[in-house]
């Protein structure tokens, strides 16, 4: 099980969690000038941003048939073959298809097998424990050498707000739960920061390799290994990679057998060839288009729909219209940096789930003017011609011209003094609505 999974958003909430664990406090940004949006990448893609660094990982290849993955099999001459159906998911190995293959992940020693394995993923929907409805659909699968795991041990490099850089982490007691670990066996983690100007040294990487107990041979390639990880933190402007298990095989090599990166979205604009990597067909398509205006949103069941700056705020916001009996319908975070132009793309992104029965805006104005957003809301009702009731809670800066641009519109926008207030009030236009 991986601590900073890059197939959900609340990554960065693992990572904090492990951190807390290990005493060490992780880098923050702020939340005023940019919105984090995890970039996730398939397992290949992680793998072949290694493979460019010179990383040992598996032998593998990715086919888009089941033609290619029997043909990239045999080529790989390989003892035994393992395929991997490619979706932003984990449990794929014990997931099932739509083509009623049992697993995502298939072992065998012919190529022929992957061939027929493939034939069944290909164009099929993959449902795992973490995904939704009735599944993913596979477009590519990946062909790779499978290789046995005589020891596994773990180690991560991360920013770590405490040290003003990364720090390394690692433990012998890899292939398992890290938090587990460090609750259970904290002396079985180690830490050692880095200093930033000068990277890992040869005598931290030769200190943590020992630590994870690689011997001889074995923990020269480490100590390689270590480096190398780290000119990749560095080189693709992570803000953590993860490898577990960092393992042996029987036959004496050191492998990275599974990788999870982060990436630092405020370095988009000089990463553009990895950030050209995200794969949107297994977004949702409302994510998607919110990604490109900056916004935050997250889709959910309810009728709902919550406009708000901050993720507490947010929490705070569906919790409170849950206590009135109501289920908000996403999760719509517009940040401190929000525009009249982001507001309007906001109403158009919530009006258009046609489950929505009423928009809840609450806005803090510390840094946002709430008269930018009052503008912005006046703006987006005219043209879109919103026709859902719609509740508003404004307070902090400029509120009170901000009420006065709603009054002065002359549109139907109910107003509210306080969170309670505004919430019970979108819980009765979603309810009145429902019962028309």
Known sequence: ??????????????????????????????????????????????????????????????????????????????????????????????????????????????????????????????????????????????????????????????????SNGPVMVGSPAGGVDIEEVAEKTPNLIKKIPVDITKGITTEQAQQMASFLEFKGDKKDEAVKQILRLYDLFLGVDATQIEINPFGETPDGRVVCFDAKINFDDNAAFRQKQVFEMRDIAEEDPREVE???????????????????????????????????GGEPANFLDCGGGVNKQMVTQAFKILSADPRVQAICVNIFGGIVDCNTIAGGIVAACKE???????????????????????????LPIQTSNSMDEVAEKAVKAANAALNK
């Not at 809670?393 to 641009?405: D, I, M, S, V």
């Open 1 to 162: 099980m991986s601590l900073f999974p890059l197939v959900t958003a609340s990554a960065r909430v693992m990572a904090l969690r492990l951190l807390s664990r290990v005493g060490v406090r992780a880098a923050r940004t702020s939340p005023v000038l940019t919105q984090v949006r995890c970039l996730n990448l398939h397992e290949y893609q992680s793998k072949g941003l290694m493979q460019d660094y010179k990383i040992n990982v598996q032998k593998f290849k990715t086919a888009d048939t089941w033609e290619e993955a029997q043909k990239f099999a045999k080529d790989l001459n390989v003892e035994e073959i393992v395929l991997k159906a490619q979706i932003h998911a984990g449990g794929r190995g014990k997931g099932s298809f739509s083509s009623g293959l049992k697993g995502g992940v298939q072992l065998s020693k012919k190529p022929e097998d992957i061939g027929a394995f493939a034939k069944q993923m290909l164009g099929y929907k993959l449902q795992t424990k973490q995904t939704t409805g009735d599944g993913v659909l596979v477009n590519k699968v990946m062909v790779a050498e499978a290789l046995d795991i005589a020891r596994e041990t773990y180690f991560a490099i991360l920013m770590d707000r405490g």
């Open 290 to 324: 919110a990604s490109k205006h900056n916004l935050n949103y997250i889709g959910m069941d309810g009728n709902i729909a919550c406009l708000v700056n901050g993720a507490g705020l947010a929490m705070a916001t569906m919790d409170i219209i849950k206590l009135h």
């Open 384 to 410: 879109i011609g919103l026709k859902l009731p719609l509740v508003v809670r404004l307070a902090g800066t400029n509120y009170e011209e901000a009420l006065k641009t709603l009054e002065e519109s002359k």
